[in-house]
């Protein structure tokens, strides 16, 4: 199953964005799907994930402000996006995933997003 996220764009400190990924196939025949981001001369790392139970984990960094979410029958994975801060400025990937969140598939082109102060 192959992913691609989409839904980046340019938003001002405290706007929202919602993120989407798409899924070539059945999400429910991997475990988890996971979002990750990687922010300018920086290396790629975890925001969250939600298994194929619903069952959800988010970095420090995000929790109280980025929502996971799934629509089993449409074979998306959403990250809602509130509150967000310059330092969220990053490009975002979406990818399969173990139920703790490790990343194990090919990875995407990602979709920019860049907050403004």
């Known amino acids: 199953v192959q992913l691609q996220a989409s839904g980046g764009g340019l938003v001002q400190a405290g706007g929202s964005l919602r993120l989407s990924c798409a899924a070539s196939?059945?999400?429910?025949?991997?475990?988890?799907v996971g979002w990750y981001r990687q922010a300018p001369g920086k290396q790629r790392v975890f925001v969250a994930t939600?298994?194929?139970?619903?069952?959800?984990i988010y970095a420090d960094s995000v929790k109280g402000r980025f929502t996971i979410s799934r629509d089993n029958a449409k074979n998306m994975v959403y990250l809602q996006m509130n509150n967000l801060r310059p330092q969220d400025t990053a490009v975002y990937y979406c990818?399969?995933?173990?139920?703790?969140?490790?990343?194990?598939?090919?990875w995407g082109q990602g979709t920019l997003v860049t907050v403004s102060s």
């Open positions: 990818n399969a995933a173990t139920v703790f969140g490790v990343p194990w598939g090919s």
């Open positions: 196939g059945s999400i429910l025949s991997i475990d988890a």
């Open positions: 939600i298994t194929s139970g619903g069952s959800t």
